[in-house]
């Protein structure tokens, strides 16, 4: 049997914790060196990462790996001696690479990036060159690791020896995996196997809270056919450029409801081939350090039988506490109105009544009796680069309005039966025209003296729409009646003060983050002949962070079918030309440009969006024409091509930002 003939011999330190970062350093001997990264490097370029050392070529090995092949300068991706190949190619982190070194000593490379958890791509009947996430200091056997894989159990696996050979390993069941080295390993049929021990999170690799999230799930996976004893242990962040400290963890046990510190070693039991869903997240109340910057800090994730993983955790403080609050107020106790105390009472039972708040860029708090999330549409402009195709100027974004007469201007912010509403909250325990400003600060105490509701207002609890003593007019139902003889103005005065206790005791982890509280008290008049005061406490929570009510719409936005006028090249549409074409895209993932192959002649529009379906970009493309994917963050898209009567949707993945 023949086989590749490739020299490679690698020393692994260990890895140096930074903040979210990892340094994975691997010492590089003369010849050739099969590595496997961990991390995903900063910089990613191989000019950059190989600038001061002496490599003559490296290779990624991206497809299978037949036993009497001989290398391919496809799989070829750097070479100091073609600029093409200096310039162009990256490092990516769960890949494996060969590393060709010259002269006669060794070198050390060092990578720092985040972690990244493995999401091996097995091909079948063939070998795979991939390495393995393994505790340095003690890592498992190759059978042990394999052992809940049948596609690759007992299989071939092939490593170097002193010689530079590439040649079997003999005994699977007492030889080690090493850290950070790739191995060829035959895959007898397709699989998806990673590691004995999987871990599952909802943003692929890492646990980003940012500003707002404040608990996420995680699912730990255990293949094999015996229990594991897994520990979870958070590592306090080196403080690097932005990093403002460690994220102060919280976490909550599969079977618990109360939230705990989690700043030590945290094991759980899996049964075998069983799942465990963990809940981790962040107290924002300990972050204190300031607002600027992201608190950074990573997880391992260990089990007792050598697999290692680790996760990169980050969250921020919100600059301010602008944007949208809605919680309700629990009323349980009022005054006896024929009493001589006049101070509120236990009562029977609790009374809650909605609250809407809404805290603009300067802190200034308004109390909403409705409010409608709306779409603004982004404004567009022709590229630099090719004026014959159009990209955004400024991103559309979400609104809020409480004026009912702006609705009608704004495209909608979700999809009910297919088609685009708004979004819409009220409470019916307040009627205002205008929203009115609130005295005090938030977080400290709010308040408003003199809530009017007039003896006319439908929401007068005194008015009665369908009673004909209640609608304030004669008799004979023709003049109005004056104030006092059917109903009465009734002026409201309430009070919010906050405290840093949860006054419910709730024990909820976004506590003092985005969700606040205190007490609530209230006194109206015009009710009874003496004031009625109520008591209680309130609770609010942070549903969006647009700072801003009733925007102005954006002029010459939105696409023709929609009513508002777009450039003129848009409209010069071929008849219906992607009914009968199968459009392809490519490179897919992509960093920067992204081409469409099989795209007819004409002007089409283009819309990309996330994950989660909004709309991050529309452009208008004539065929032939690239698309700019620079400015997007990494993640996965939806992109739309349409010829204005028919569409088709591809998904693609950017993989940088």
């Given at each position: 049997?023949?086989?590749?003939?490739?020299?490679?011999?690698?020393?692994?330190?260990?890895?140096v914790?930074?903040?979210?970062?990892?340094?994975?350093?691997?010492?590089?001997?003369?010849?050739w060196?099969?590595?496997?990264l961990?991390?995903?490097?900063?910089?990613k370029?191989?000019?950059?990462?190989?600038?001061?050392l002496?490599?003559?070529?490296?290779?990624?090995?991206?497809?299978?790996?037949?036993?009497?092949?001989?290398?391919?300068?496809?799989?070829?991706?750097?070479?100091?001696?073609?600029?093409?190949?200096?310039?162009?190619?990256?490092?990516?982190?769960?890949?494996?690479?060969?590393?060709?070194?010259?002269?006669?000593?060794?070198?050390?490379?060092?990578?720092?990036?985040?972690?990244?958890l493995?999401?091996?791509?097995?091909?079948?009947d063939?070998?795979?060159?991939?390495?393995?996430h393994?505790?340095?200091?003690?890592?498992?056997?190759?059978?042990?690791?394999?052992?809940s894989?049948?596609?690759?159990?007992g299989?071939?696996?092939?490593?170097?020896?002193?010689?530079?050979?590439?040649?079997?390993?003999?005994?699977?069941?007492?030889?080690?995996?090493?850290?950070?080295v790739?191995?060829?390993?035959?895959?007898?049929?397709?699989?998806?196997?990673?590691?004995?021990?999987?871990?599952?999170?909802?943003?692929?690799?890492?646990l980003?809270f940012g500003t707002?999230?404040?608990?996420?799930?995680i699912?730990?996976?255990?293949?094999?056919?015996?229990?594991?004893?897994?520990?979870?242990?958070?590592?306090?962040?080196?403080?690097?450029?932005?990093?403002?400290?460690?994220?102060?963890?919280?976490?909550?046990?599969?079977?618990?409801?109360?939230?705990?510190?989690?700043?030590d070693?945290?094991?759980?039991?899996?049964?075998?081939?069983?799942?465990?869903e963990?809940?981790?997240?962040?107290?924002?109340?300990?972050?204190?350090?300031?607002?600027?910057?992201?608190?950074?800090?990573?997880?391992?994730?260990?089990?007792?039988?050598?697999t290692q993983?680790?996760?990169p955790?980050?969250?921020?403080?919100?600059?301010?506490?602008?944007?949208?609050?809605v919680?309700?107020?629990?009323?349980?106790?009022?005054?006896?109105?024929?009493?001589?105390?006049?101070?509120?009472?236990?009562?029977?039972?609790a009374f809650?009544?909605r609250?809407?708040?809404?805290?603009?860029?300067?802190?200034?708090a308004r109390?909403?009796?409705?409010?409608?999330?709306?779409?603004?549409?982004?404004?567009?402009?022709?590229?630099?680069?090719?004026?014959?195709?159009?990209?955004?100027?400024?991103?559309?974004?979400?609104?809020l309005?409480?004026?009912?007469?702006?609705?009608?201007?704004?495209?909608?912010?979700a999809?009910?039966?297919?088609?685009?509403?708004?979004?819409?909250?009220s409470?019916?325990?307040?009627?205002?025209?205008?929203?009115?400003?609130?005295?005090?600060?938030?977080?400290?105490?709010?308040?408003?003296?003199?809530?009017?509701?007039?003896?006319?207002?439908p929401?007068?609890?005194?008015?009665?729409?369908y009673?004909?003593?209640?609608?304030?007019?004669?008799?004979?139902f023709?003049?109005?009646?004056?104030?006092?003889?059917?109903?009465?103005?009734?002026?409201?005065?309430l009070?919010?003060?906050?405290?840093?206790?949860?006054?419910?005791?709730?024990?909820?982890?976004?506590?003092?983050?985005?969700?606040?509280?205190?007490?609530?008290?209230?006194?109206?008049?015009?009710?009874?002949?003496?004031?009625?005061?109520?008591s209680?406490?309130?609770?609010?929570?942070?549903?969006?962070?647009?700072?801003?009510?009733d925007?102005?719409?954006?002029?010459?936005?939105?696409?023709?079918?929609e009513?508002?006028?777009?450039?003129?090249?848009?409209?010069?549409?071929?008849?219906?030309?992607?009914?009968?074409?199968?459009?392809?895209?490519f490179?897919?993932?992509?960093?920067?440009?992204?081409?469409?192959?099989?795209?007819?002649?004409?002007?089409?529009?283009?819309?990309?969006?996330?994950i989660?379906?909004?709309?991050v970009?529309r452009?208008?493309?004539?065929?032939?024409?690239q698309i700019?994917?620079?400015?997007?963050?990494?993640?996965?898209?939806?992109?739309?091509?349409?010829?204005?009567?028919?569409?088709?949707?591809?998904?693609?993945?950017?993989?940088?930002n």
């Amino acid at each position: 049997m023949k086989y590749f003939k490739l020299c490679i011999l690698l020393a692994y330190a260990p890895i140096v914790l930074q903040g979210q970062l990892l340094n994975q350093v691997f010492t590089l001997e003369p010849g050739w060196n099969s590595i496997y990264l961990e991390v995903d490097p900063v910089p990613k370029e191989c000019a950059a990462i190989f600038e001061n050392l002496p490599v003559q070529s490296v290779w990624a090995w991206a497809k299978q790996f037949e036993t009497t092949a001989e290398s391919g300068l496809d799989w070829l991706i750097y070479h100091p001696g073609q600029p093409g190949l200096t310039d162009l190619h990256q490092l990516q982190g769960g890949k494996s690479y060969l590393v060709q070194i010259s002269g006669e000593e060794a070198v050390e490379l060092n990578l720092k990036g985040k972690p990244v958890l493995p999401r091996l791509s097995w091909q079948s009947d063939t070998f795979n060159l991939a390495g393995f996430h393994v505790d340095k200091e003690n890592a498992p056997t190759f059978s042990d690791y394999f052992a809940s894989a049948p596609e690759l159990v007992g299989n071939e696996v092939l490593m170097m020896d002193s010689e530079g050979d590439w040649t079997p390993i003999q005994d699977l069941e007492q030889n080690r995996i090493e850290k950070g080295v790739s191995y060829w390993v035959k895959c007898d049929r397709f699989t998806t196997f990673n590691a004995p021990l999987e871990l599952e999170l909802e943003q692929d690799n890492c646990l980003i809270f940012g500003t707002s999230i404040v608990e996420q799930p995680i699912r730990l996976r255990n293949y094999s056919t015996s229990a594991k004893q897994v520990n979870l242990t958070p590592y306090p962040a080196e403080l690097v450029a932005g990093n403002l400290g460690e994220v102060a963890l919280i976490r909550k046990e599969p079977s618990g409801t109360a939230w705990e510190t989690f700043d030590d070693v945290w094991q759980v039991e899996i049964e075998p081939n069983s799942v465990v869903e963990l809940t981790i997240g962040v107290d924002r109340t300990q972050l204190q350090n300031g607002s600027d910057g992201t608190y950074q800090s990573l997880i391992e994730v260990k089990d007792d039988e050598g697999t290692q993983l680790f996760v990169p955790v980050s969250a921020s403080l919100p600059t301010d506490r602008a944007g949208l609050w809605v919680g309700y107020a629990n009323l349980d106790a009022v005054n006896y109105v024929n009493g001589l105390d006049d101070s509120p009472q236990p009562a029977a039972s609790a009374f809650q009544l909605r609250l809407i708040l809404h805290v603009d860029a300067d802190g200034n708090a308004r109390l909403l009796d409705q409010v409608t999330q709306m779409w603004k549409e982004g404004t567009y402009k022709e590229d630099p680069e090719d004026p014959n195709q159009m990209i955004v100027d400024e991103p559309g974004t979400f609104v809020l309005l409480t004026d009912d007469a702006l609705v009608s201007q704004y495209a909608g912010a979700a999809l009910r039966d297919g088609k685009p509403v708004g979004r819409r909250l009220s409470t019916p325990f307040f009627s205002f025209d205008t929203p009115p400003l609130l005295s005090g600060g938030f977080e400290e105490e709010l308040s408003v003296d003199s809530l009017v509701i007039s003896y006319d207002d439908p929401l007068n609890p005194f008015k009665h729409q369908y009673h004909p003593d209640h609608n304030n007019l004669d008799e004979r139902f023709e003049e109005p009646l004056p104030e006092g003889l059917e109903s009465y103005t009734v002026t409201r005065s309430l009070r919010l003060q906050f405290t840093e206790e949860d006054p419910e005791n709730l024990n909820l982890p976004g506590w003092g983050d985005n969700q606040v509280g205190g007490l609530y008290s209230e006194t109206i008049a015009g009710i009874h002949r003496q004031a009625l005061k109520v008591s209680g406490s309130f609770r609010l929570q942070r549903i969006s962070t647009i700072n801003r009510l009733d925007e102005p719409p954006t002029p010459n936005a939105i696409f023709p079918e929609e009513g508002i006028a777009t450039p003129q090249s848009a409209l010069r549409f071929f008849e219906h030309p992607l009914i009968d074409t199968d459009l392809t895209i490519f490179p897919n993932p992509v960093d920067q440009k992204l081409f469409i192959k099989g795209l007819p002649e004409g002007i089409y529009q283009v819309k990309i969006s996330d994950i989660n379906g909004k709309l991050v970009s529309r452009l208008f493309l004539s065929s032939g024409n690239q698309i700019n994917t620079k400015a997007l963050q990494a993640g996965t898209y939806f992109l739309q091509v349409s010829d204005g009567f028919s569409s088709q949707t591809i998904q693609f993945i950017k993989i940088s930002n």
